[in-house]
């Protein structure tokens, strides 16, 4: 539930909103005075369900819409349940594999789950866009559409591109953006947040409002998070996504690996981390002798707290750091030459003259705390070979890599 | 029913839909094959029903329609009831007077009544676009405009040329055409006919059956009828127009007024006389001592007699003729220079010197046989003022015009 700010605070929050995680804002003024109004808005953001993850690039708009909760405004999801079984009708490839409303429904059920994660359901309702769009006959349809023109539409530059490329431009396409528009109508949106790429589609709920006599609702764009590869927007297409879905590990890993370039964007778009502590990683980035993977850690702690909890995040870090420090032994692993057949694992272990003894030998190797190239070895009478190159472990803190013998030792 | 033709005749009735009546067919070679093989065609036309009258005008296409099942073919009327009630959804004029569905009903079955005067009930067929149409959702229209490309639409010159003056277009104006293909489709339409204007409309059947995996439909168009005042397309707008429903009266009466460069064209375009005929009025009128009134008595009498009857056509004939020449006379018209005022209708008919006595004169106006300025005197006894300019019909044969009195007589 929202805290009650004193105006200063109020101030100080709506300035934020306009600064951090911030593209554009229309309009800006009537929004900000709405804002500090103390009015409730109800904030409107379109989420589709043609697929069953949302990723962190998703979440630029969610941390958004979490920050006005914390404001006290309402926000009303509208899930694309009707839109996504629509699919592109024209792409006889996708027409194929069209997603089915029973699949949607799922998908729905689990994006759902996934945005909860970071709103606080006390201020969240959701909307399926079904419950509308599938009453609509064509006598309906004709009137919605017949509120757009076609010029309007080819301002579009997404739009004007294609037919001055002579690519084709579907019929179709032109009806989704008003349908979207259509949907604040419906939820009576006072706001609707979106992508920065989103912005016509969101002018396009102003439009129909407007035609359906209807306050007109502002609009706030986010910028758009890059993927891991810090190359090109995150897209699931591109392969460079944190899925919400992921395990704690993964979710720290795939964070680890984006560029340090990237972490204060990060930082801004995809945690709630508040925009003091965000100042003191910039300055601290600025500095020469700092190491960026400090920052990243902490970002990658913030990020994986935020979907799976502080306790499984500190796992994942821990995990992430074990395995980091692995990753980088390898060139320094102190080298046990010792290649070669031995009858059994407890000979093996006895030649590398690491063991005090047999027994302390099978001891360790019958609690699993003897691997090879990351295998456990606990057959402690089972034959053995040792390759030159590979990793032997022995328990958690030993590890060396397998050297041939010298031939005149 | 159709008779059974000898090729050479088939050839000659096929050429003759190529000449007469025709302005461009779409394929063509195609058409003119299939027309030749015996292949008994589904030809579809479109009607509105958002009027209850046709005029003239409609009947260019039906009159061609009646050609083709002369040779058998199968007339497939489209009454467009379900798209005449979304009418102009942007028109906000036009909203206020939007047809609803009921009149629509009314108006489809006066419009069956008058097309059924042209065509062979026995093959003919009626179907209401609203069979299909009302049923469709956002699912089905989704799919159906998604066969069609915005680049192809614009390709439209109207459509392009309301772009590039600015005017708007809306978006429900591009569903439109795509709609009307889509009636091909239920219909599995071989051959479409239209007006020329309709030609972009036609065209959408064969794109759209084409989507559908459907044979494409052939077109033929047919050149557009003047108005009465032989300036534009004959159109309600205009005010321009001969209706079917209008009385035969009226019909012939309209017929008459078009001017003498429009007989011929009004022959090939909305009568059924042969073209062997035509062309015997065509080189009557182009001898200098022709009358071109006579050639268009025949042209009133065989439009008429299409709609009204041979019987109803020649009294409609014969009444025009009556009052034709009445009209005519005036210029030439005996003077009778009797102007002034009278203390009763006989006294002034008495004072023409045309009756025999003051019983006659009271004979005929008691029959309604003395008219002046087209008004009926049946009183006697009543005062009357005499102008000069005015026309004094005495029976059926006499006619005069008033003078003044010579001043010295």
Redesign the interface.
Known sequence: MPVELTPPALTAAVDELFSQNFAEAIDAVHLRERLLSGQKLRVKLGVDTNKPDLHLGHAVVLTKLRRLQELGHQAVIILGD?TA??G???DKQQARTLIDPQETKANALQVQEQILKLLDPSLTEFHYNSQW??A????A???I???????H??GHQT?ADR?AS?Q????????YP??QGYDSIQIRADLELGGIDQKFNCLMGRLMQRAYDQPTQDILLVPYLAGIDGQAKMSKSLGNTINLTDSAEEMFGKTMSIPDGQIIAYFELATLVPESVIEGWRQELASADFNPKEAKLALAQAITSLYHGLESAKQAETAFVNRFQKKQLPADLPKLAIAGHYPTVILALMASEQLESNTAARRLIEQGGVRLDEQTLDQPLSPIELKAGQILELGKRRAYKIATQAKHR
């Open positions: 009707y079984t629509l592109d009708p024209s769009l599938a609509l006959d064509l006598r349809i004709t009137e559409v017949s509120k757009v023109s076609v010029n539409l080819l739009f037919l002579q084709p431009l579907m019929v179709h396409e032109l009806i008003i349908l």
